[in-house]
C-alpha cells in the first residue's frame, strides 16, 4: 500500500529506496513489482535488522538533498509529491519541515487527524520547536521531510532507541534549524496491534527509559529560565504516556496518578501540556480503532 501510493503521485522525479532484510525477499519481489512507475532502488540488507538502521543506511544512499521516509504501513495521500516540491521551493535551506497526518485504520479509513502545536507558514526558531517538543512527540514519522546534509551533520537515527528513535530525531533536526510547519494533510499513519506502542510498552522500565533519555538529552537545550517548567511538564507527559499503556492492559493505577501529577501543574502548566501534548488528537483515533476491533 505505501508503495502503491506513491506510485499514484505519478512523479518521475522520486527516488524510492527500498531496504529488506527479511529472508524470503517477497519484500523485495512486491518491490520490484513498481518499477516500471516508480524510479526505485531495492537493497537486500539482512544485517540491518532495525527500522533505525535501515532508515540511516536509506539515507546515506539517497541521491536527493531532501529525503523523507515512509513506513510499509503508511502512506501518501494524493498531491503529497507536488506539496513537498512547492515547500523545498520556497525554503530550500529549512532543515525540517513538517506537516499534520490522517490517522488511518488498518483498511485506510479515516479515524482522525494529528496536528503540530506550532504556528503555520512561518519560520520557526530551535528554541521554540524544542520547548513545544520536550513535552511530547507530536510529530508524525511520514510527515516530515528533511535535509539530506542535516540528517548526516546530526548523526541520523539513534539505533539504541527502539522507540523514541524519531522523537530524538527530530529534536536534533530542530536544534540545527530552521524549522516550518505546513498545514497540509499529505500523509497517513496506520495505527494497528502491532505498533510499537502496542507491543514495545509491555516492559514499562524500558519503555520509561527510552523517554528519559530523549528528554535528558535534550533539557539543556532550553533556555535556563524556563528548563525547570519545561521538565515538570514533560515528566508528567512521560507518566501519562506510561499510564495510558498500562491502561490499555487494564491497569489503571499509574494513569490516576499521572492525572494527581497534572493537576499540579497549574492552570498555566495543564494548558502547556494539553497543548502540546496533543492528548485528545492521539487517544480519540486509538479509541475509535479499539471500538470497531481493529486494535
Known sequence: ???????????????????????????????????????IRIFDRPDLRSWQAKSNFGVQMAAAAHACWLGVDDIWLPGRAAAIRAWIREDPLTALQLGPCAIVDERGRRLGLAHCPLPADRELSPSFVTERLLVQNFIAAPAPVFRRDAWTACGGLDETLWYTADWDLWLKLAALGPVRYRDLVTVGFRIHRGSLTATGSLDAVDFRGQMDTVLARHLGRVAQASRRRIERVARVSIAVNIGLAAAARGRYRGLLAAAVDACCLGPAGIWRYWRDSRLAERLLPRLKARWAGAL
Do not use: H, K
Not at 505505501?2 to 506510485?7: P, T
Not at 529506496?17 to 513489482?33: C, E, F, T
Open 1 to 39: 500500500m505505501a508503495l502503491g501510493s506513491i506510485a499514484l503521485q505519478r512523479d518521475e522525479g522520486i527516488e524510492v529506496l527500498v531496504v529488506d532484510s527479511g529472508p524470503s525477499g517477497a519484500a523485495q519481489a512486491r518491490a520490484a513489482g513498481f518499477a516500471d512507475r516508480i524510479r
